[in-house]
């Protein structure tokens, strides 16, 4: 086992870790932390919290608070398969660590390998890649650090409706190609003005959303299971809908801003998509798995929709032959719409409160809490299983 972790690197990025304290001691929690490599940029910019090199300040955090004795910090990005340092650091792990753009799934299976598991915190928004229902029953303690990406997700989102509906990436790939057709972008490139762009979900996000396009003069929409208060609606100048089928068939713009969970799971599939009108758009930044990932790459082809934008996967990282990545008309990125460097700090300063309050007893925001004593405490998720299908990424 140490020998495999030699290999990947697990301890030279670790300094809080050596080989003679692999095991938690008495009193010693171990706490796995999981993130994506920051290479070359993590390395040199210590600003990008959200990688291994920088482990969310984590390092510096338990030397300041003299926490050696009571935490061992377990850094890795090696998170896919039965022999990754995930897996094995898990039976020991009181706490584990992850995010929404490289996420440790904790299934039915490794939530069983996790004995000791008392926390799960996720560095950003989202807590999908959890199994809620799971969770629950095994009085695991669920946090995410909410709110710490609104910002940063609501600007994307406006970034990628005009990258759509402009066509963009078309004009961008002609300069670089050394190209000129004009007539070529202008062909699908239109005004936003006066289009009805609509979000599934006004909440922290898709309220934002909304502010942001209402300068452009456009129709805005939205669906919730939660209605706005009645003054924010007439002063967004915005329209309810009670379901998600009546507010496609009106918008030219869909955006979507719901949490992933087995409500929402596929909630964009074959049948919905057809009720969109012909030539709309659709933006993604809330998860992969909203939407079915074959019936958009079919609706797409044929021309129903025009285009699809968006930086979440399923699962995450997306597989290099994955279909969104070649089907026509599209504008997504990797999952990097939450995790500016203005994020980084905000949502690695709430996982070390969450972490420094769990250490000490003290309660947690109620507004990072999604599981708590044994029920789903968040109104944005609801108890169940999102994790399948994710073959250990």
């Not at 709110?147 to 963009?168: D, K, P, T, Y």
């Not at 790459?297 to 044929?302: H, N, R, T, Y």
């Amino acid at each position: 086992m140490l020998s495999n972790i030699l290999k990947k690197g697990f301890l030279s990025t670790n300094p809080l870790t050596s080989i003679s304290r692999y095991a938690s001691t008495s009193g010693q929690h171990t706490v796995l932390v999981v993130l994506y490599e920051g290479g070359e940029a993590g390395q040199k910019n210590k600003n990008i919290l959200g990688c291994v090199e920088n482990a969310l300040g984590l390092r510096e955090w338990i030397k300041q608070n003299k926490l050696q004795d009571r935490l061992k910090l377990v850094v890795t990005s090696d998170k896919q398969g039965e022999n990754c340092v995930a897996e094995q650091i898990l039976p020991e792990a009181s706490v584990v660590i992850s995010q929404p753009f490289w996420p440790c799934y904790l299934d039915q299976a490794r939530i069983d390998k996790a004995k000791k598991l008392q926390l799960a915190i996720t560095a950003g928004v989202g807590s999908d890649h959890v199994n809620l229902e799971a969770a629950c029953k095994r009085g695991i303690t669920i946090a995410e650090i909410t709110g710490s990406n609104v910002v940063s997700v609501a600007e994307h989102v406006v970034m990628q409706i005009l990258a759509l509906v402009r066509n963009f990436i078309p004009a961008y790939k002609q300069v670089v190609n050394g190209e000129w057709d004009i007539a070529g972008i202008a062909d699908k490139a239109y005004d936003l003005e006066n289009k009805h762009v609509g979000t599934v979900a006004a909440g922290r996000i898709g309220l934002r959303v909304l502010q942001r396009l209402k300068p452009f003069d456009v129709h805005l929409h939205y669906y919730d299971k939660f209605r706005l208060d009645k003054s924010l609606e007439k002063e967004l100048n915005v329209t309810y809908h009670p379901s998600v089928e009546s507010l496609v068939k009106a918008c030219d713009v869909i955006t979507i801003n719901c949490p992933l969970h087995p409500e929402t799971e596929h909630m964009f599939n074959k049948k919905l998509i057809s009720q969109m009108k012909k030539g709309s758009y659709i933006v993604n930044t809330a998860r992969g798995k909203i939407v079915d990932r074959d019936a958009l790459v079919d609706a797409i082809k044929s021309n129903h929709i025009e285009g699809y934008a968006g930086d979440v996967w399923y699962p995450q990282p997306a597989a290099p032959d994955h279909p969104w990545r070649s089907m026509p008309r599209h504008a997504m990125t990797p999952h990097y719409s939450g995790t500016t460097l203005s994020a980084q700090a905000r949502y690695a300063a709430g996982v070390r409160e969450v972490l420094g309050n769990w250490l000490d007893g003290k309660p947690q925001r109620e507004e990072y809490l999604i599981v708590d004593k044994g029920k789903v405490v968040s109104r944005a998720y609801t108890e169940g299983d999102a994790t399948k299908g994710h073959a250990q990424n």
